[in-house]
Structures are given as structure tokens and as C-alpha cells.
């Protein structure tokens, strides 16, 4: 896939913005930060996606390298992003009927995992800057773009 060399500012921040998908978000926040309070609730969103934009940039600028060190090649990547997007698509399709346990309700404060990560900053979010980063040949411009993506999704998510 070759983004266009003359791919501006604003379509990459509106396409890493969707990938981030706040809105979509918005239940599942809810859900899992139902039981504090409200102040607990803001802190613990701003915390969140604090490291999300944390693990965003390290993959902008470093992503490429993490992944060598790692053995993983970009066609690994595509192969997994397809399987991955089969088996949600699987389970769109075929959907799992399960009764809430109440006592697998969250007894913790969640810290990074899973509102960090995957939920906000997840595969696609990661191949996303890491793409943009490698076609565009400059990290520092799409670093921007998603911290004026990730701007928007803070506010989204604390009101």
C-alpha cells in the first residue's frame, strides 16, 4: 500500500483520528469506569491516553527498529493484520451470546492494559504511524498528526 507523497497534514491526522476511534470507545470507557468517581474517572482517562500517545510516538519514531529486534518483517504484519481482521469479522458475523458473571466484574484500577492499550492505541493504530512514518519519510510530521488526532479523542473521551 503507498500512501501518496503529497498526503497532507490534515488526512493523516483525520485517518490516525478514526484509527483511534474515541467515539467508538465511549461504552466500553463507561463500562470499565463506571464504579469511580467522576474526578478518579478523568485522571485515570487523561493517564491512559497519556501512555497511549506515548506508545504511538515510540512507534512512530522508533516502531521500524522494535520490530527488527523482534524478527518481524512488514509481510508478518500484513499476514497477521488479515488474520486478525478475519477473525473479528468471524465474530461480527457469528456473535458470542455470554451472561455477565458479576464477579468477573473489574476489581482494579485499570493501568494501561486495555484501555492504553489496545483500546485506544491498538495494531492499527501502531501500523497506522508506522506506515505514515515510512511513506511519508518523516516521523516528526507524523508525530504531530497524531498528537493533533490524539488531541480531539482526550476531549472526547473526558466529556
Same mark, same amino acid.
Given at each position: 500500500m503507498n500512501v501518496a507523497s503529497d498526503a497532507g497534514f490534515y488526512t493523516i491526522a483525520a485517518a490516525i483520528f478514526f484509527v483511534l476511534n474515541a467515539t467508538g470507545q465511549i461504552p466500553l470507557f463507561l463500562a470499565m469506569l463506571a464504579r469511580f468517581d467522576q474526578k478518579r474517572q478523568l485522571k485515570i482517562i487523561t493517564r491512559e491516553l497519556c501512555v497511549a500517545l506515548a506508545i504511538l510516538l515510540l512507534f512512530t519514531f522508533f516502531g521500524d527498529a522494535i520490530l527488527r529486534i523482534l524478527g518481524i518483517t512488514r509481510p508478518i504484519i500484513a499476514i497477521a493484520g488479515g488474520v486478525l481482521l478475519f477473525l @473479528?469479522?468471524?465474530? /461480527? @458475523?457469528f456473535p458470542k451470546t455470554v451472561a455477565e458473571d458479576p464477579t468477573k466484574a473489574l476489581t482494579h484500577e485499570p493501568m494501561i492494559i486495555p484501555l492504553a #492499550?489496545?483500546? @485506544?492505541?491498538?495494531?492499527?493504530? #501502531?501500523?497506522?504511524? /508506522?506506515?505514515?512514518?515510512?511513506?511519508?519519510?518523516s516521523a516528526l510530521f507524523v508525530a504531530t498528526a497524531a498528537f493533533a488526532a490524539w488531541v480531539p479523542s482526550l476531549i472526547i473521551l473526558l466529556l
Open positions: @473479528i469479522s468471524l465474530t /461480527m @458475523i #492499550i489496545p483500546v @485506544i492505541t491498538g495494531p492499527g493504530a #501502531i501500523t497506522t504511524v /508506522m506506515l505514515y512514518a515510512h511513506e511519508t519519510g
